[in-house]
């Protein structure tokens, strides 16, 4: 399974952002991570590719929604009111059997990465 990202780029704060990540093949789950300047990678929100259940991590709360296109193999972030804080390389990964969506190593397939970049 090969997942493509898009959606990444220049953003004022205050903007909003919506990111698509499109898998080759059927999924069980897909999940957005996102790695800032000297951080960690870290999980933003992932749902099963049914939309039946969603987890975001408490920092991605209110702030963010990811959503599942079964038909399409898609996963959406989206995310407005932009904080330069928000400033990441988002990462799109798959599970391909349910798993516990906040550990990375449940994620067979990883994207390549879309920088975001929110300037003040």
């Known amino acids: 399974v090969q997942l493509q990202a898009s959606g990444g780029g220049l953003v004022q704060s205050g903007g909003s952002l919506r990111l698509s990540c499109q898998a080759s093949?059927?999924?069980?789950?897909m999940a957005w991570f996102r790695q800032a300047p000297g951080k960690e990678r870290e999980l933003v929100a992932a749902?099963?590719?049914?939309?039946?259940?969603?987890y975001y991590a408490e920092s991605a709360k209110g702030r963010f929604t990811i959503s599942a296109d079964s038909a399409k193999n898609t996963v959406y972030l989206q995310r407005d009111n932009l904080k330069p804080e928000d400033t990441a390389v988002y990462y799109c990964?798959?599970?391909?059997?349910?798993?516990?969506?906040?550990?990375?190593?449940?994620?067979?397939?990883w994207g390549q990465g879309t920088l975001v970049t929110v300037s003040s």
């Open positions: 990964a798959a599970m391909v059997r349910p798993g516990n969506y906040a550990y990375p190593a449940n994620y067979a397939y």
């Open positions: 093949g059927r999924t069980s789950g």
């Open positions: 749902t099963a590719m049914s939309g039946r259940s969603a």
